[in-house]
């Protein structure tokens, strides 16, 4: 049986699908590992409260709402690459692929070096998704 992306990501514990593997996603804490841009790049307050108020949703299980937050966050910081990456994750969970892609190719163009942007991408690829 061919894997799907969320299998891929579950085995590897970026989304908590998997018994016992830890949540990297927007209801668990942020992935430990920042890019040297996002330690120079300083967001805006109306940005943070956004991803903020993503976090509260998503740990609610209001998946939809956690994405309007965090569209609603690239919105007010068009480089604010972890409220891009964690909603590349929720669009991952929530089964969405062309968002998926598209949301991490644009981590991509803010941080070329994104190990997550990569791994999402890779995943797709792994399966049949794109090409």
């Known amino acids: 049986m061919p894997q799907t992306p969320r299998d891929v990501l579950a085995r590897s514990g970026v989304i908590p699908d998997a018994p016992g593997t830890p ?6 804490a942020s992935s430990p590992v920042v890019s ?6 300083s967001v805006p307050a109306k940005a943070q409260r956004e991803m903020e108020a993503a976090r509260k ?12 937050h965090l569209q609603k966050a690239v919105e007010f910081d068009i480089e604010y690459i972890e409220a891009r990456q964690e909603l590349g994750r ?9 968002n998926v892609i598209e949301t991490f190719q644009a981590v991509l163009k803010l941080d070329p070096r994104s190990a997550d ?3 999402f991408i890779a995943a797709r690829r792994e399966s049949g998704a794109i090409r």
């Open 57 to 68: 949703a998503c740990g609610k299980q209001q998946l939809a709402a956690s994405v309007e």
């Open 23 to 28: 949540s990297r996603a927007v209801s668990g």
């Open 36 to 41: 040297f841009g996002e330690l120079r790049h």
């Open 117 to 119: 942007a990569y791994s």
């Open 90 to 98: 929720l669009y991952v969970r929530l089964d969405q692929p062309d």
